[in-house]
Each structure stands twice: as C-alpha cells, then as structure tokens.
C-alpha cells in the first residue's frame, strides 16, 4: 500500500512518485495552499496541494486530523526547510488522495495531555503519540536485546504454566475456577519460582523467559495486577556465577538499547551495611547523603527518646545531616515530620544551625553544651544545615530516616545525574512477623542459608543469612534472586522454621520435597523486572508508560472495561456464584 | 563448579585436569575398575575409578543412579573406544568425587517408558532423557529463530494483557474473580485479537507477540488449556502482503531450526477446492488420494441415497478410490464405515475390484452394467482396488470422506515423506450454525468480508466470501489468519449477521467500534500454532512433548496437583464461593 514510510523521506526521492500512508496529523491552508502532515511511526511528511488542483484541493483541505489516509505524489525540495525534522528539506507534491478511514471529531489529540484516565480509556489515541511510540520502542528494544544475549549464551527459553497451583502465599493468588473439576481452581504464578528450580532438577543447564507474573493486591502506584519479569536459573553455580553473568548482561543491554556505560564493577554492599548508611535495602546511590549512628554520643544525655534507644541493643539512634537544609521552615520541618512518621517515626528530632551559626533545636536543652558541641561535630553540621535525629527499634529508625534521605535528596537536588548500581547480599533468612508470631522469609521459602546445617540454622534462625542477592539502580530493586536449597531435609526444615507443617508442605510442596530426592544439582537464579528497567530507559517515573494497555491503580482497565459481571448461567458451568455479601461476615 | 560439559570432553583435553557436574546415568564394576557414565545436557562421559583408590573406589562403586555428582580427574584416552558417542575416546581418571545430592531409588528411570501419567507426575525426571532434552531444545530453537526473524525486520515485540475482558465467545473463557470489584470478573484471553487490532489504529506498524492464549473447554487430544501462538498484526497490507512475509519467515526457520527445505511458493487453493478434492480444509498433500465428484454418473441409478443427493443442489455424491484397497476384509470395511460414521455418515458405499477382476459391490445391483462400468472407469478402479462412495448434504460428505482419505493415507501407507506446504483462501464469510439458528463467523467476528459494501453483505450472507486464509502444512492448520474490518459501521453490520444485537456490541466492543471511527489504518495479521509447529519440527505426534509442563486431557498437572480446592475464606477474598451442586439443576 505504500512504497515509503512518512518519516523517512528525503532528497535521494526528489523527483521521485511515492505512496505514503498515515494519519493525519495537521492541516492547514495558507495562501490557497494545503499542507497535511501525514505521520506514520517513523515520522511525518509534509504533503501540499494547491488550489488549483480542483477535486484534489477540496479532498486535501477537508482531511480530519487522525484520518487515514494514503497518498500518491511526487518528492519534491521545499522552500521552507524545517532543520528540526528528518524529513524537513521536501515535500510531496499530492497527485492522488484516498481517505482509507475518516476520524470523527477526537475526544483529545495526542499533543494535548487530557489526564491518565481519559488517555486510558482511548488508549489507542494515547499511543499514537511520538513520545509514547519512543517509550514503547525502548521497552521493545530491551527484551530483543536481552533475549539476543541470552540466546547467545546458550540460555534456554522454556515456558511455565500460567494456569497452576495454590502456593501458601495464596492469599495475593488470582484464582481461576476449573470447569472438569468442580470446586476446585487453578492459580495464576506469582513467578514462575518453582518450576523454573524444577527445570534444573530435569536437566536443563541454563533457563530464562521472558514470563507474566501475577499479584493479586491493592496496587500501589507502581504496580500492576500483572507484571513481567526476565526470569533466570543457573544449574551447578553459586552466587558468584550467577551475579557476574547478569552484571555483564545489564551493562551489556544497558550500552545496547539507551547508550549508557555503567560501571565496570557494580559495588557490593550487604544488606546491614545498607541499613546502617542509607537506612534501605535498595539506596538511591546517587545521593550523597548518609545516615550517621550517634548513639555513643547521645546516650548519656537527658534526652530519654535517645537514651532508651541508644541503650538497647536492637535500637538506634541515627543522624542525618542535609547541607543547606537551614533554610526549611518550621512548616516544612513538620512536613519531614509527617513523611517519617508514614514510616513509623512517633518523633523527628532536629538541629538547625543557620547561616550565621545560630542553634535551633529542640533537644539542645538535653544536652551540655561540650556534648551538642561534640554532636554536631561528628555529624558534620555547618552553617546553614540541619540534622535530623531519629530514635528507637534499629529496623524502624532505619526505615524513616532513609525515607527522609530520599525526600531530602528530591528537595534538595541532591540527586547526582547518571546511573548508579549496585549489589546488596547477605540479607537476613528470616524476618519476625509480629502480627503472625513467627518468622516469615525475607526473600521466599527456597532461598538457601548461608550455613549448610540444618542444625546450625536452627539454632541461629533470628541472626541467620541468606544467599540471596538484590540488583538495585537508582534506588529501585531491579533484580532480586538467590541460590536454592537443593537438599531434601534442609528445604524441610526450612518450612518448618516458617511455620508450615509437614502435612501443609507436603500437599502444597510435595512435588518439590520429591525432586530433591532423585538428584538436585545445585542451583541459583535471579529475576529482573522488566516494566520497572524499561521505564529507567525510557527516563518515565511511571511502569504505565511502558505497558501497553495497563490497569489502574484502581484495578481496571479503562478501555476494555475490566474487569465486568458474569452472567450467573456462564459461572454455574465453572461451578462458582458470586457470593452474598451477608454471608462475607 | 565444573571446568567443561560432560558431553563435550574430547581428546584436545587428554592429561589435562577438568572438573565436571553430571547425574550418575550408569554405574558398574568391571575387572576391578568401576566405569561411572555422567550425564548433562550435552551428553555423557566416562569416568573410571581403579580398585586400588581406597576410599574412592568405595564411594564410586555406591554411586546411586542419578545423583548429581562433581568429579575431578585427568583425562586420557579409553582403550575400547566407544564411536557412538561423542566423548567416546576419552575417559576421565578421577582423583575425586564428590556427591552433592544423593538420590533415592528412582520411581523409574528414563531409559524406560512407563507410561504418560507417570512421565507427568515426575515430569523432572522424564524431561531429563536425551530424547525429551531434544524436543525441547528444537522448541527453543524455533521460538528464538522465529524472534531473531522477525527482529531483524522491524516487527515489535508488545505484550497484551493475560487479565482481561470477556468476550462473546465467553462460554470458553476462563474467569478469574476481582478482588477489588465484588462480582466482576476478568477473564484469560482466548487471543490477543482485538488488543493487535487496537495497537494497529494506535500506530503501531508491524507487531508480534509469542503469545499465551486460554480456551476452557473439555480436552482432545492434541489440544491444552493454554497454548502458545506467535501472533501477529501488519497495518497498511493487503493479504499478499501478510501471506507473502509469513511464507518466508515459515521457509527460513524451517531451513535454520530442522534444515528442511519447503517449496520455493507454496500451493495456494481456495476453500472450496480444498473441500471439493480433498474433503477438509486443512488438506494433507503428502497423501495423493483425492476425492472425486460422482453425482453426473449416479444420479439416474436406482440407488435413491445416491440420486436423492446428486439431485440436491446442497448434495454430494463423492468417491474415493483406493489403490490396493481390495485386501480390507469384511470387518476392515466395517471400521471404515465407523470411521465415517463419526465424522456423520449414515452408510459407505463401496465397489472393491478383486486381483482378477472380480466385482464386490453391495451398490452394483442399483447400476446397469454399461452406467456401472462407466461409474468404476471414471473413478479410475483397477484391479485390487477398492472405491468408497458417499452421499449426502454436501459438507457432510466432504466431511466424512476427507476423514477416509486420512485413514487410507496412514493405513496404506500412502503419506509420502517431506512436507507439504499450502495456502488455503476464499473461505465462507459464515457457517449457518442449525442448533442456534444463526449465523456464526467461520474465523471470527473481525474478520473482514471480501465484499466492500455492506448491502451487498447482507444480501449474499451465506455465500460471502472472507478475506480469511490459513497456513497448512502436513495436514496441520498450524497459521490462521486474515485482513480485518476497519470501518465501525460494517463491523456493526457483521456483528448484526451474528446476531449480536448493537447493545450487546457496544458492551462488548464498544471500545473496538470507538477506535475504528478514530482513525483505522487497513490491517491484518495470522497467528501461528507453537506448539504444534515445534511438534511437527521435533518429530512427535504429541505437543505434551513439547511443553514441560503439560496438562492432562483431564486438565490436570499431575505434578503439582492443580486444580486443587481452595479454602472457603480465601474463596470470601474475592467474593465467591463453590456452587451447591443441586443449585445447578
């Protein structure tokens, strides 16, 4: 239907008979002439009729923007060159128009920016639009690029079921009713974890797919209902194998589709080490900015929010100094306040020290003054800074304070330009769940610990270290993944630790407990998540700007109208009734 | 943890040390010295441990089958030297052993065949045998040669929602209950359809996905509840343009995956020759039988099944002669007959020509001698032949007898080796669906008519022609595809003819009848069968063999156990619950 694309069209043509097709993305007569840019996805051309083409003119001068249309002409030199486009030096003078589908009068144009909702809706108008052909191309691009290297390496693509089982963290499972088997359901994977460990216990040397993954939860900004992850697993490797192999690979894809050099050597840092400096498991590197741990200094003050902390062993006491934060009001101080206390701060101390070196805080009265003085030394407050001091559980002030540390990077412009990626290793096997009374693993069930006794393991489960390990850039964990337990009775145990007894482990898990039997090699693997790097590349805060057709927050999809009743005849044949709401208490 | 695959070890590493990882695939003591064959993906290699290793010699000989095992040793050159495999002049002397997962007795051993339910249930160790390493390696191979292709042409890899709407088809749609909208449900795509559509009207060019697809319907044989289609969409083409890419991408990755050379054009037949010769539309060229149309030659007989139907315009009467078809006995004609009954034949008519002439018909008394003659010499019946005759409605007929022709064709061992490539076009815009008294669309229902206008549509309904066309190769339909509507107004059209009242359109298609007003560029695409491609490619009849993790025809895993019932108050979640059987009646 066309011999060229809109947007690639230049001088070797002039002269030339083309036909272009697209959509019309402006028109307008000036001086008894018609000007139509025709678009395609690679750009637009410029296409003139004038007035003394009779029918043609009148046909030209009536195109509705986004119409489609084709159009056969001659290539020829424009006057008015337009240095901003590739196809800026011609024209093509119009012989032939046919208007293949007319568009009725838009709901918004794609130049304007009607608001999520409205671009969700006409999805396929949003699209259309330059910057999020450019933001869709960079995620195309990225999994081409990934899937070459991978194919490269002799890494096999190997698909999962998307139609599975129940897991125990089956509360954030979407279910699925099964027809042939009445009251029961299938479940749609949150990873494809477990078979992906299956298929190096088969025989498969080095897997990875490119797999939809699904979560069942209230979203938060940044998630979706359903998500894509580069899913990896390494047969007979430990960590090393595996982190070297994916670091290569993301600074091979990242040179690749967006130009961008990382570093030759990611930097490595474990997880308490992370804590303690930024108070995250995943910091922002690019921000200068550090927690400082001041309980020595402060724990013989009169202050009891700090003494009680520094002398507990599971408290702390940090500090964070923010250069030039002098100058936040006191209204913007209450503002940290609030922002900490979202993370669990009853209290946000602070130090304010003008530029004239004047002391503003609440807690210098707790103080001597050789001992403030001695503070603000070590935490390196100057004129025209100020210190915030959060107190109490180590994990709680940890989470606060690197919560402001954020904050303060954005508000600041702290945040340095460039990439910034690093390891963490060493997490904690297990957290202690409060609400539930016992431990919940950090990373997932089959994450091996570091010791390989199981005895060992469980006299030592609070403290215990995992082999698992968490790419992050710029703040976002972008890859997250570990060596696997390959051994029967420490998978057990494991379980056991986590609260799930024998006969729940074998119904949910007997399958896997199985082939740890009959010869498991060793095993690691990681995943990375797809939407979250395709929207670092694509320089978009929002993962919706590189899905195509996402959800809402709200769970819907606005365009197709997702999720919709079922007429109760089509859920009998699948055995379900939508419940009464009387019966939900 | 190894220094080279198993397989690969050759006589360029004689005296040098290497460290491998293996299953035990064999273990044997022999004069002294016990021969250990380690296994991965690459194949095996011997490893010999002497008597006189002490402490080595002891763990060797205990080696159980199948444990994954580490073994250093030197490398040298083995006295009886082994052709048949690749590592065959080399053995490994190994200086140590170390197991890493001692596996249990085997539930069987995948030198065995133990039958398909058992293969599934340990499906880890059924996928570790050479032969089921092979057929999923050639998956692997086509769905990435497939990808390198159409990467290099410009076509954009987009994924589509897997939670999405239901459609009118929805009687086969999985649901899956919102936890966030009490009582809606999303549902599993049957295909990606309407969402390619979409992306062509939001100015994508030239899209693929190798995408999941979902049917809920009870399970035939070849058949799985979630299926892999590389699907694709072109805007601006006409059907030569989607046929004529498609056929070169089918003859590349068949040269690139299994070296196989398909014919430089592939045949092209519309949809009536194809029912016409060969009584299918998915017609097996490897067969040379055709069917042969009769009705001139019986339709003055005495034989009222055969006049009756030679007289109805909407009859057939149609042979299929055999050659060396003489030698079925009573019974064999018997299951002929039942075969045909299946596929709705009410009798089977046949004229069997014994060695030496001899006629056996139960139709020959109905014929004069000179009709009955002419009738045999038309059919081309010689000597040891046999000829079946069907009558009836026309595709009924073509129906039944195309299904003799498949069962000749294998049971003569008439199938001819290579491939046989074909287009098949011109379809039936509609079928007349009897039970529901409707029209219903012979692709789908965006498939558009070869006719432009919509007056001449609806006046011609039951003869109009599609602009369908599907890829057939050895009797597969392994690519469907078609140009599609892109115009609102005959969409609704079509929709009506399938008697999907402009209500119940918008509900539905509401979104697609919007987007076509906004701007439609002419479009179309084909969707090609994975799985059934990689089966033809690995040389498998079944495409469990190449999926790892395969359904039953029950619809179950039989390795996880899913479905699987589910707690009532995670049912209460998301606000269902299981049906009261006798609510049902």
């Known amino acids: 239907m066309r011999t060229q694309f809109c947007g690639l069209i230049d001088e070797s043509l002039i002269g030339q008979t083309v036909t272009l097709c697209g959509w019309v993305n402006t028109n307008r007569v000036q001086s008894h002439t018609v000007f139509t840019d025709l678009r395609d996805h690679e750009g637009v051309a410029q296409i003139v009729v004038d007035s003394?083409?009779?029918?043609?003119?009148?046909?030209?001068?009536?195109?509705?923007?986004?119409?489609?249309?084709q159009v056969t002409g001659t290539v020829r030199a424009r006057q008015a060159v337009n240095d901003k486009i590739r196809t800026g030096k011609v024209e093509v003078l119009a012989e032939k128009i046919e208007v293949l589908n007319k568009a009725e009068p838009l709901p918004f144009h794609h130049h304007e920016n009607p608001g999520e909702d409205t671009r969700l809706k006409y999805r396929y108008l949003d699209l259309r639009s330059p910057d999020m052909q450019r933001k869709m191309r960079t995620r195309t691009k990225l999994v081409s690029a990934l899937r070459h290297w991978l194919d490269a390496r002799g890494f096999q693509d190997i698909e999962t079921p998307i139609l599975t089982k129940a897991t125990p963290e089956g509360a954030r499972d979407f279910l699925v009713p099964a027809r042939m088997h009445e009251g029961e359901f299938y479940a749609l994977p949150q990873s494809p974890q477990l078979f992906k460990q299956i298929l190096m216990m088969a025989g498969f040397d080095r897997y990875y797919q490119i797999a939809r993954c699904f979560r069942d939860e209230a979203l938060r900004a940044d998630r979706q209902l359903e998500f894509t992850q580069l899913d990896m697993e390494f047969a007979w490797v430990g960590e090393r194998d595996v982190q070297d192999t994916v670091e290569d690979m993301i600074r091979d894809i990242f040179r690749d589709v967006v130009d961008v050099e990382l570093a030759a050597e990611f930097p490595r840092m474990t997880y308490a080490e992370a804590m303690r400096r930024y108070g995250s498991d995943k910091p922002d590197l690019r921000i200068a900015l550090e927690l400082m741990d001041v309980a020595e200094l402060v724990k013989d003050s009169e202050f009891t929010v700090f003494t009680a902390a520094a002398n507990d062993p599971d408290g702390r006491v940090?500090?964070?100094?923010?250069?030039?934060?002098?100058?936040?009001?006191?209204?913007?101080?209450d503002e940290y306040a609030a922002h900490a206390a979202k993370y669990g701060a009853k209290g946000l101390a602070y130090v304010k020290l003008d530029e004239q070196g004047v002391v503003n805080s609440p807690i210098a009265k707790f103080f001597s003054e050789e001992s403030f003085v001695a503070l603000l030394d070590a935490v390196g407050v100057r004129n025209g800074d100020i210190a915030f001091f959060g107190a109490g559980a180590y994990n709680k002030v940890s989470d606060f304070m690197g919560a402001l540390r954020l904050k303060a990077g954005k508000d600041f412009n702290l945040i340095a330009d460039g990439w910034a990626p690093l390891w963490i290793t060493d997490f904690p096997m297990f957290e202690w769940d409060e609400e539930e009374g016992r431990f919940v693993a950090l990373h997932h069930p089959f994450t091996a610990p570091a010791v390989d006794s199981i005895d060992d393991l469980r006299a030592n489960a609070k403290t215990a270290v995992s082999r698992g390990y968490d790419m992050v850039l710029n703040g976002n964990e972008i890859g997250g993944g570990s060596i696997r337990i390959h051994n029967s009775a420490m998978q057990s145990a494991v379980f056991e630790l986590l609260g799930i007894g024998a006969e729940e482990a074998e119904g949910k898990f007997g399958f896997l407990l199985d082939a740890l039997k009959y010869g498991a090699p060793p095993h690691g693997g990681i995943a990375f998540g797809i939407d979250r790097i395709a929207a670092l590349m694509a320089g978009t805060e929002s993962i919706r700007d590189v899905i195509a057709f996402p959800k809402t927050t709200g769970a819907q999809c606005l365009m197709t109208g997702a999720p919709s009743p079922i007429p109760?005849?089509?859920?009998?044949?699948?055995?379900?009734?939508v419940r009464e709401t009387k019966a939900k208490d």
Chains 1, 2 share one sequence.
């Open 52 to 69: 003394d083409m009779g029918e043609l003119f009148q046909i030209a001068k009536e195109l509705a923007l986004e119409s489609c249309v």
């Open 568 to 577: 109760d005849a089509q859920l009998a044949e699948v055995h379900v009734q």
């Open 318 to 333: 940090a500090a964070l100094r923010i250069p030039g934060g002098a100058s936040l009001s006191r209204k913007q101080i």
